[in-house]
């Protein structure tokens, strides 16, 4: 099993950057594959995001290519969710989540942080 705690989200002008991470509180992340997720109000969650438990695969969604970036730092234990250019359409609360397997599906992620709110002003 494995705790996970996202930080880093807050209000940013459209245009703006922020740096999400996703720590471990308990287990390692290295065991697992990881994904960042988004949820807007009245929208179902969405993928932002995931990575391969080496870190050597990565998956972007259509919707945020080329201005996000997302890595990982096993020693640290630590995911993160790089993202610039942010637009009014990018406010949701943002998740990570953790799985044995690489997928870019929410409904295959067994484990779940408690979500940071990311708010774009325009």
């Known amino acids: 099993q494995v705790q996970l705690v996202e930080s880093g989200g807050g209000l940013v002008q459209a245009g703006g950057s922020l740096r999400l991470s996703c720590a471990a509180a308990?287990?390692?992340?290295?065991?697992?594959?990881m994904g960042w997720f988004r949820q807007a109000p009245g929208k179902e969650r969405e993928i932002v995001g995931a990575?391969?438990?080496?870190?050597?695969?990565?998956y972007i969604a259509d919707s945020v290519e080329g201005r996000i970036a997302i890595s990982r730092d096993n020693a640290k234990n630590t995911v993160y969710l790089e993202m610039n250019g942010l637009k009014p359409e990018d406010t949701a609360v943002y998740y990570c989540?953790?799985?044995?397997?690489?997928?870019?599906?929410?409904?295959?992620?067994?484990?779940w942080g408690q979500g940071t709110q990311v708010t774009v002003s325009s």
């Open positions: 990575i391969s438990r080496s870190g050597g695969n990565t």
């Open positions: 308990s287990g390692r992340i290295s065991n697992y594959a």
């Open positions: 989540a953790a799985d044995l397997l690489y997928s870019n599906s929410p409904d295959a992620y067994e484990y």
